[in-house]
């Protein structure tokens, strides 16, 4: 069973860089992609940002692309998500997500979640 915890959320002005870490234990996940979606009140779950097992695809969502970047340490079975440019809009719970085979932009085709971090953007 994978186990995944987020933290490196909290409350940030507009125009910070927090960095989100999601830390996976359980499994070797070696096949898995690793990604971030983000749900905000009243809305549904939403894609992010994912990774491929290799860390050599990535995808974003195209509200992100540009400001937000994912990586992964696969020896430390972390993945991380650095938020450059916030803007009050990204305010949402982040949730980690982790699903066998090519990255999932929708919530079917994820496997494990996290318990989710909020993120609050002042302006």
């Known amino acids: 069973q994978v186990q995944l915890v987020e933290s490196g959320g909290g409350l940030v002005q507009a125009g910070g860089s927090p960095r989100l870490s999601c830390a996976a234990s359980?499994?070797?996940?070696?096949?898995?992609?690793m990604g971030w979606f983000r749900q905000a009140i009243g809305k549904e779950r939403e894609f992010v940002a994912g990774?491929?097992?290799?860390?050599?695809?990535?995808h974003y969502a195209e509200s992100v692309k540009g400001r937000f970047t994912i990586s992964r340490d696969n020896a430390k079975k972390v993945v991380y998500l650095q938020m450059n440019s916030l803007k009050p809009e990204d305010t949402a719970v982040y949730y980690c997500?982790?699903?066998?085979?090519?990255?999932?932009?929708?919530?079917?085709?994820?496997?494990?979640w996290g318990q989710g971090t909020q993120v609050t953007v002042s302006s």
């Open positions: 359980g499994c070797t996940l070696s096949g898995y992609f």
């Open positions: 990774t491929t097992w290799s860390g050599g695809t990535m």
């Open positions: 997500a982790v699903g066998y085979g090519t990255i999932a932009t929708m919530t079917s085709g994820v496997n494990y």
